[in-house]
């Protein structure tokens, strides 16, 4: 019911910004929260952020708070996480995933994913 493409990963240097990109399809995908994960090297895939269609609420691990920021625009069914002030421990497997109403923080409460996109911060 929803395809997810994730883009935007790359090559930087510490104290830099990117943007990752979510193009999102399906039928009446505006009902669904959308969440971006991350994997690093050697650790279990985490929670980063989260937004919520239908009302404009938006989550946040801690240890983002202050530099990555979630949006979206649903008239192209786009949701980007613009990341600031990066540092070394942001390097991961980046993805986006959905599922129908509510946030969760919990992986396994998603049912759509996308491929994932290499960010890689360097010292």
């Known amino acids: 019911q929803v395809l997810l493409v994730e883009s935007g990963g790359g090559l930087v240097q510490a104290g830099v910004s990117l943007r990752l990109s979510c193009a999102a399809s399906?039928?009446?995908?505006?009902?669904?929260?959308v969440a971006w994960f991350r994997q690093a090297p050697g650790k279990e895939r985490e929670f980063v952020a989260s937004?919520?269609?239908?009302?404009?609420?938006?989550y946040y691990a801690d240890s983002v708070k202050g530099r990555f920021t979630i949006s979206r625009d649903n008239v192209v069914n786009t949701v980007w996480l613009q990341m600031n002030s990066l540092k070394p421990g942001d390097t991961a497997v980046y993805y986006c995933?959905?599922?129908?109403?509510?946030?969760?923080?919990?992986?396994?409460?998603?049912?759509?994913w996308g491929q994932g996109t290499q960010v890689t911060v360097s010292s």
């Open positions: 995933a959905a599922r129908r109403y509510d946030h969760s923080y919990d992986i396994e409460a998603y049912g759509y």
């Open positions: 399906g039928r009446t995908f505006s009902s669904y929260a």
């Open positions: 937004i919520m269609w239908t009302g404009d609420r938006k």
